[in-house]
């Protein structure tokens, strides 16, 4: 039994080692955080210095580079190092200047924009009006997700030097907030229309930062655009950015000064990180948020029919799915996501009572006492904890859930099918900056992507329509809410819980700043503000 | 003239096993489900556009004839161009072959070194009955930790106490020869435990075989110094089955290396491959699995070529199987 | 084979009882004592303590059941596929290295391609080919393993074709079958045995490798592979979630090993002998 010693001694050795790092602490809370903000930079710090980021993905689409296309916040937050919109978005989700100095809104359908001066791309070009008449031209034809987002444009023109209005055919309250993300950037337009600027190869932006190189999969790097408009700004020399896929290796090099800075993936990096000297970690919210979505098209299944799906959504304990799978960093949501002005309150869904005899009775009222489905999802991290979560959650209605985890591209294959086959998959969406939004998917027709395993609800999609044209107060809040009630009653797709998102960073090599909470995904959105220590 | 005709046969055999590889790579990529386009293109993709890139890569064909466009480009040393980073295979694969050579290669040296020596002292001093316990233990602790183990427990360790050295990231050697060593001990060290016992152990059952053969003995009756005996007659007789070995280690290794490239973070072929199969780059899976194939044919054959410089009894016969 | 066990080593012996108390754990949940697996049974991440002797992991479920059905799965996983390959691998290898010819040459190139493929990204395409779970990950550990075994099986089975005594057998009008089973399969059986023992452990570590990669068996089912892979992500937040299923699996694969390696000394002439 000799070697049954070896192993416990040194099982022993790891557990002391966690014991003595874990009694030095070193306060992660101390970002010097304020109202709206989960770390602020300090600005009073020097400029210079380069940043290093690891991050877990690389952009990775047939589209390339083209920002228009780009449909993941990973590629966006790329792509904002070097890209700009006219406007962009405050702490609170409210709309900032950023391209467009000012705007008017003469009438709830035209939107006038006067363009910063001076601005110019990195290639050295000024940026005209015709830029951005181009851009969102293009953006127009492109097809793309955000053409989609982007609502009922039915012009776009320049109307004086420095002047662009935009027309849309009926109200559509969430325009500038679509406006704010990056696939609404805008392009060089004349060098891309002469052919001397590829946007599927190369970013030529008028954004704080220039591509220097570019590794698939491995890095990038980024110096200082010299000639960015805004003085003094950026404030760092470069950024250089890893890839690197697993975990562990971002948490080692976060720790042994590698890295300044990681995206963490993990919903306990927290403690994971607890005693390193010197390093910090901040929990941001998003509003991109889980959902559960249910193949009603497929022939004989128990989920077409709406009592059983009710049932389901009432055995949905939100609360432990935020608290055991994401770690109490997730919150509740309805389908308008938890952290937006005039977003729903869960607690007010009709699924929110929890009755679990009621969900046991339509079971049995549908014929679906000993339910039993799969649920395709993806490993990618907390996935799988929320789907073992919802697992035990419907257990307690008799419900079995087997769960059928794959790697993403073989999950696209399955759920994406032209004539799905699988029962329930679950997933996340992007939450963006505006209640409005992502409520869009739950119109299969709009959404494109579901069509083929959700049936379109006719009034779903007037309450849809109209809470997009609804313009803000208490007539906004009223839409959101319908939309809201009619999605829980629905349940073809179930929203579940916000995704959180972990930055850690360096306290002695760098002063970042970040939102409280996060529409698109884009934990660089501060860059410019960001300090790096230790310069020179 | 025999020995001619013989490695023709033996190079003709590498061949149709590097085709026979081929075949199973390419149907294998093929029967992978979720297809390319959602994978690249992302599920708001519509059909045109999904069309179009079938197209631009070829993937409209019939499967027989997209095999046939692949291998004839591969003969001429094109193997294609990968759909995520849009550039040829070719210069990523370029690119990342020296970290995992030099991953792989300071492994079996650090396996040789340290494998070949510890065998035979453990086997010379091995006394009958017992005694060789403790030995044997270790060097089956030595072949009983995983890759992922050990490299998980490595990469949390260094990052935390460094010691000097680097636990993740690569240093090309261009840039920094001792910050690149420093970078890939580590890595090559978790990836050279499992070697290295393998090594020492197999060294030790050569070793003891020789030991008891005649012309020790009789070397021992003349009175030869022991260190003479282990240099002139038993090293030169062990050293077959240990340079054998070496083969199965290589290719042993290069799997090897994908954990470890993952776990460290390094840019190497395993860690290109897997990526590749996770998003479906078929051009990229088809070309790093035919590489690393091809990488072990060749190994076996200069294996087969070293045994029979060292025994020449045996080179061919070994190669026949 | 009461006689092999008797003649082996005390370490080999201590190997063997090893597995053995390993096979009585893993079938301790059978008895329902050891509690549900699945289960959110308490606050997430506590340390081992009186309530729960080995922890609870990332989602409060208890670890002490999910070590015990991971010892379960893992342990059955492998010895399936191990099974398996030992058939195929003693089918095509006597059969190979008994008629030799044509045959052999068929045989030991299919076997040549598949060793070709470094294992673990062998798996990996198993797995992305028919999804993860547990029937991947046993076809991903039989493909693996069938080269080095039908290749050592080949060579024993064509080290006792040319002996006399098959020889005189086939002479005297002895059907094919008869001569494999009588005179080949006895003489191929000991190394069988001791590459199974090899294999086993090797299975064992692809399917780790499989789940470290996030491809192993399905959640919620445990596996020492997908234990570690859980756990590697909280060796500082909470190390017990590694140690325990991490000790278990290094003794699992040792045992195996120190048994084989006695198994081998009994079994087999010193010249067959193989490393991995």
Redesign the interface.
């Known amino acids: 039994m000799r070697h049954v010693k070896l192993a416990a001694t040194a099982a022993a050795a790891l557990m002391l080692t966690a014991a003595c790092t874990a009694g030095e602490t070193t306060s992660a809370g101390n970002t010097g955080a304020k109202n709206g903000y989960a770390a602020v930079a300090d600005t009073s710090l020097p400029a210079g210095g380069v940043l290093k980021l690891q991050t877990h993905v690389d952009t990775g689409a047939a589209t390339g580079l083209d920002p228009q296309m780009a449909d993941v916040a990973t590629s966006w937050q790329l792509m904002s190092l070097v890209y700009e919109t006219l406007v962009t978005v405050g702490p609170d989700f409210s709309i900032q200047p950023l391209l467009a100095e000012r705007w008017e809104t003469p009438d709830p359908t035209t939107y006038v924009f006067h363009l910063r001066k001076g601005v110019t791309f990195s290639n050295g070009r000024a940026m005209t009006a015709d830029d951005v008449v181009g851009s969102l031209e293009r953006l127009r034809k492109a097809k793309s997700v955000w053409s989609g987002q982007l609502g009922p444009i039915t012009s776009v023109s320049k109307t004086g030097d420095g002047t662009v209005t935009v027309k849309l055919s009926e109200p559509y309250t969430p325009f500038l907030a679509a406006l704010a993300n990056v696939p609404a950037a805008v392009l060089p337009m004349k060098e891309i229309e002469d052919g001397s600027v590829k946007p599927k190869d190369e970013m030529v932006g008028t954004g704080p930062f220039t591509v220097v190189s570019h590794r698939q999969d491995v890095s990038w790097s980024f110096k200082r655009n010299a000639k960015y408009w805004s003085q003094g700004k950026p404030a760092l020399e470069g950024l250089e950015i890893g890839i690197a896929a697993d975990e562990a290796a971002r948490v080692a090099a976060l720790q042994n000064g590698q890295a300044s800075m990681a995206v963490l993936g993990n919903v306990d990096s927290r403690t994971t990180l607890r005693g390193a000297t010197g390093v910090q970690v901040a929990d941001q919210a998003t509003t991109d948020f889980y959902y559960l979505f249910t193949n009603t098209r497929k022939p004989g299944s128990k989920l077409a029919d709406p009592r059983v799906r009710t049932a389901l959504n009432l055995a949905m304990d939100r609360e432990q799915i935020a608290q055991v799978a994401t770690g109490g960093l997730g919150k509740p949501t309805a389908v308008t996501p938890a952290g937006l002005p005039d977003t729903c309150d869960p607690k007010t869904l009709p699924s929110a009572s929890g009755d679990l005899d009621k969900a046991r009775g339509l079971l049995q009222q549908a014929g679906a006492q000993n339910l039993s489905f799969t649920l395709s999802i993806y490993s990618t991290r907390p996935a799988p904890a929320v789907a073992q979560v919802i697992q035990q959650n419907l257990k307690r209605i008799g419900v079995t859930v087997n769960i059928e985890q794959m790697d993403e591209a073989s999950w696209a294959g399955k759920v994406y099918a032209a004539k799905p086959t699988f029962d329930a998959g679950l997933s996340w969406f992007a939450g963006y900056s505006d209640p409005a939004m992502a409520m869009r998917w739950w119109n299969p027709e709009q959404a494109i992507f579901n069509t083929a395993f959700m049936k379109p609800d006719a009034e779903l999609n007037t309450l849809i329509a109209a809470a997009g044209k609804a313009t803000a107060g208490a007539e906004r809040k009223q839409a959101l809410s319908a939309v809201c009630t009619k999605v829980d009653e629905d349940a073809q797709m179930i929203p579940l819980v916000t995704r959180p998102a972990t930055l850690g960073f360096r306290s002695d090599a760098v002063s970042p700043g970040l939102y409280a909470t996060e529409g698109y995904g884009n934990l660089l959105r501060l860059v410019t503000d960001f300090r790096a220590k230790k310069v020179g | 003239m025999r020995l001619l005709l013989w490695w023709g046969g033996r190079a003709l055999v590498s061949a149709a096993t590097l085709l026979g590889v081929s075949i199973l790579i390419f149907a294998a990529v093929r029967m992978m489900p979720g297809g390319f386009a959602e994978t690249v293109l992302g599920p708001f993709a519509t059909a045109d556009q999904k069309a179009a890139l079938a197209e631009q890569y070829g993937l409209d064909q019939p499967i027989p004839a997209q095999y046939w466009h692949w291998l004839s480009a591969v003969v001429t040393g094109d193997f294609g161009t990968s759909m995520i980073s849009r550039t040829p295979v070719a210069d990523e694969l370029g690119a990342r072959l020296p970290v995992t050579a030099e991953l792989t290669l300071i492994a079996i040296a650090v396996a040789l070194l340290a494998g070949v020596p510890l065998g035979v002292l453990t086997a010379v001093r091995a006394r009958p009955g017992g005694g060789g316990a403790a030995g044997r233990l270790l060097s089956g602790l030595g072949v009983s930790v995983p890759e992922f183990v050990l490299a998980a427990l490595t990469v949390f360790l260094f990052s935390r106490y460094a010691l000097g050295l680097r636990a993740g990231g690569h240093v090309p050697f261009g840039e920094d020869p001792a910050g690149n060593l420093r970078s890939m001990i580590l890595p090559a060290l978790v990836l050279s435990i499992f070697a290295l016992s393998a090594t020492a152990r197999t060294t030790r059952d050569a070793v003891l075989n020789v030991l008891v053969e005649p012309y020790v003995t009789a070397a021992v009756a003349r009175g030869e110094r022991p260190s003479s005996i282990v240099l002139h007659h038993v090293l030169r007789n062990a050293a077959a089955p240990v340079v054998t070995l070496t083969a199965t280690i290589a290719a042993y290794l290069l799997g090897g290396a994908l954990i470890v490239e993952y776990a460290f973070n390094l840019p190497g072929i395993g860690s290109f491959i897997v990526q590749a199969i996770t998003r479906r780059d078929y051009a990229v899976v088809q070309a790093g699995v035919l590489l690393a194939a091809a990488v072990f044919i060749v190994m076996n054959m200069l294996v087969d070529l070293a045994v029979g410089l060292i025994d020449p009894r045996l080179g061919t016969e070994a190669g026949g199987k | 084979m009461r006689k092999a066990i008797r003649g082996l080593?005390?370490?080999s012996r201590?190997g063997l009882?090893?597995l053995l108390v390993l096979v009585l754990l893993a079938l301790v949940p059978l008895t329902g004592l050891a509690g549900d697996p699945?289960?959110?049974a308490g606050p997430?991440?506590q340390p081992p303590g009186p309530e729960f002797w080995m922890g609870t992991d990332?989602?409060?479920r208890a670890m002490l059941p999910r070590v015990l059905e991971g010892i379960g799965t893992t342990l059955l996983l492998s010895s399936a596929a191990v099974a398996v390959t030992a058939a195929v691998s003693t089918g095509f290898g006597v059969l190979a290295g008994y008629r030799g010819g044509a045959v052999n040459g068929l045989v030991?190139?299919?076997v040549?391609?598949?060793?070709?493929?470094?294992?673990?990204?062998l798996a990996?395409?198993v797995a992305?080919?028919m999804?993860?779970?547990r029937p991947a990950a046993l076809a991903a550990i039989v493909l693996v393993t069938i080269p080095l075994m039908t290749?050592l099986v080949r060579?024993a089975a064509a080290g006792v074709a040319g002996r006399d005594y098959v020889t005189s057998a086939v002479i005297s009008g002895a059907r094919l079958p008869r001569v494999l089973g009588r005179h080949v399969l006895p003489n191929v059986a000991g190394t069988v045995a001791v590459q199974g023992t090899y294999a086993l452990?090797v299975g064992?570590?692809v399917e780790?490798?499989l789940s470290?990669?996030?491809?192993g068996v399905?959640?919620?089912q445990a596996s020492l592979g997908s234990l570690?892979?859980e756990g590697?992500?909280?060796?500082?937040?909470?190390?017990?979630l590694?140690?325990?299923p991490?000790?278990?699996?290094?003794?699992a694969?040792?045992?195996i090993?120190?048994f084989g390696?006695g198994l081998r000394d009994r079994l087999e002439p010193?010249?067959t002998?193989s490393?991995?």
């Not at chain 3, 590697?232 to 017990?240: E, I, K, Q």
């Open positions: 080593d005390r370490l201590a009882a090893c699945d289960e959110i997430r991440l990332n989602l409060g030991m190139r299919l040549e391609v598949l060793y070709a493929f470094p294992a673990i990204i990996i395409l992305a080919v999804g993860p779970g290749r060579g452990s064992i570590t780790g490798g470290f990669l996030g491809l399905q959640p919620p570690i892979a590697t992500g909280y060796l500082v937040a909470a190390p017990w590694v140690s325990g991490g000790a278990v699996l290094v003794v694969i040792l045992s090993n120190v390696d010193r010249e002998r490393l991995v």
